[in-house]
């Protein structure tokens, strides 16, 4: 029950032994039981300095963010911050869920689709789930919903407009009917924005080299090789 003195043991022991990122989770832990958040966020910033690298730290940070905070950009801004210095880590994907988990929720659609062509960039663990997902996300949303704002406002800026649309009275002009997608990678529904588009077709043989290297990389990590 004596709070200063249990700070005043946190902070001698993180001073000496700053790595050890478990501790600023208990210590984080321990303001948020106290109903400081202020200090719950000194505490994390702190730990964020300390061990930088740490991808648990980070996303311990965040879930504490998304309770937290009703706006959503002050969290985005955190996952950013945190994804800046671990997001090519090879087990990031943790955070990387947690991120896409938030969105999710969100129902920001061409945000997580961002976030996918994003993580499709570097190897991970879980770079295959992520491909899947990727192609599932693609397929099961409209385009509208998957372009992003600068997409948007280009498809907008390029409509035509209503009178160059109507020829007459009931006559409509065949270039204003959308044309329907084809399909990319076998799938009947697959669908997606011009970036996705361009990120999909790039994304393929990287995937497969990446592939590669996260096979190598998990067998290393297993003791698997010679």
């Avoid at 730290?57 to 994804?83: K, N």
């Avoid at 960039?121 to 509208?144: H, I, M, T």
């Avoid at 009178?163 to 329907?180: F, I, R, Y």
Wanted: proline fraction near 5%; glycine fraction near 6%.
């Amino acid at each position: 029950e004596n709070i200063l003195k249990i700070r005043k043991v946190y902070d001698a022991f993180l001073a000496e032994f700053p790595l050890c990122y478990g501790y600023w989770k208990k210590y984080a832990d321990h303001e948020a039981h106290l109903g400081s958040i202020d200090k719950v966020v000194e505490v994390y910033e702190r730990a964020v300095q300390g061990v930088t690298y740490s991808v648990d730290i980070w996303l311990h940070y965040c879930i504490f963010a998304i309770g937290a905070y009703q706006d959503p950009d002050t969290i985005r801004r955190l996952f950013e911050r945190g994804l800046a210095y671990v997001g090519t880590d090879y087990l990031s994907f943790t955070l990387w869920d947690k991120y896409i988990e938030y969105e999710y929720l969100q129902q920001e659609w061409g945000r997580l689709a961002l976030i996918y062509t994003r993580i499709l960039e570097y190897p991970n663990q879980q770079l295959d789930r992520y491909f899947n997902s990727f192609k599932e996300l693609a397929g099961s949303r409209p385009l509208s919903e998957l372009r992003t704002a600068e997409e948007a406002a280009a498809a907008a800026a390029s409509a035509p407009s209503e009178a160059s649309v109507q020829l007459n009275e009931g006559e409509v002009h065949p270039d204003a009917v959308e044309q329907s997608p084809k399909p990319l990678l076998g799938g009947p529904t697959f669908m997606c924005g011009p970036s996705m588009l361009q990120s999909l077709k790039i994304g393929m043989p990287i995937w497969i080299l990446w592939k590669g290297k996260v096979t190598l990389t998990s067998n290393f990590l297993n003791g698997k090789l010679n």
